[in-house]
């Protein structure tokens, strides 16, 4: 079970900050969307020369021209990047095209599908990594949606690909998604805002089993 850090908010002088002293316990670094479109793909490539032994993951949330999009994210050293699950298949599939051409991986945000086990299912089988349930932030305060719900819809769906868990994790909320299982659970703002980032994030991987 992957701990990975979402950086939305954070310089990326913080960004270091958090990797040094936390980094046994981050699995994965997120340079976040807020990020990419604040300052591209440099976080990606600073924190990858920094952190090798760290994954990137470029939250692109790709859902247009997938594989010459996600080729631009691999070339800077991403190794994982993300496309939206309400794209087109072809979309998807040039993700993935992409990935295999540099050996890196995929990851698919489920986030606005109505559907979750029909397009789960579907995009199962398209060769992609991960399918992460994602409660979009500007809907996490309405309680409409419930990361552990999806999370268990999707476990019950998916034969190939790992699942994932984004949006609103927090301490009070691990156990339970701890126990339903997930590949990779996703937390932003809880390490990101907490008082001591790099301990918040400690705690939390000392409870992912
Ligand atoms: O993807 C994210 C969000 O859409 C901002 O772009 C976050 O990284 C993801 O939701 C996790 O963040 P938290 O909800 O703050 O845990």
């Not at 995009?123 to 552990?148: K, N, R, S, W």
Request: hydrophobic share 45%.
């Amino acid at each position: 079970m992957k701990l990975q850090a979402a950086l939305d908010t954070l310089t990326l002088e913080k960004c270091e900050e958090l990797l040094e002293k936390a980094g046994n316990s981050i699995d994965i670094a997120e340079v976040g969307t807020p990020f990419i479109l604040k300052e591209g793909m440099v976080p990606v490539q600073a924190l990858k020369k920094r952190f090798p032994d760290i994954l990137v993951l470029a939250d692109t949330k790709i859902m247009d021209a997938g594989e010459y999009e996600a080729e631009g994210c691999f070339k800077r050293g991403a190794d994982i990047v993300t496309v939206l699950g309400v794209s087109y298949d072809e979309t998807i599939e040039g993700v993935v095209k992409a990935a295999k051409k540099y050996g890196k991986q995929v990851m698919v945000d489920m986030i606005g599908v109505k559907d979750l086990a029909k397009r789960s299912e579907e995009v199962d089988q398209m060769g992609v990594d991960y399918i992460c349930v994602h409660t979009a932030f500007d809907i996490q305060e309405t309680g409409q949606q419930d990361p552990l719900e999806d999370l268990k819809i999707v476990n019950q769906v998916i034969k190939n690909a790992k699942s994932a868990v984004a949006g609103g994790v927090k301490l009070q909320t691990l156990d339970a998604i701890v126990q339903e299982g997930a590949e990779i659970i996703v937390v932003g703002g809880a390490i990101c805002n907490a008082e001591d980032p790099s301990n918040m994030a400690k705690a939390m991987k000392e409870r992912m089993i």
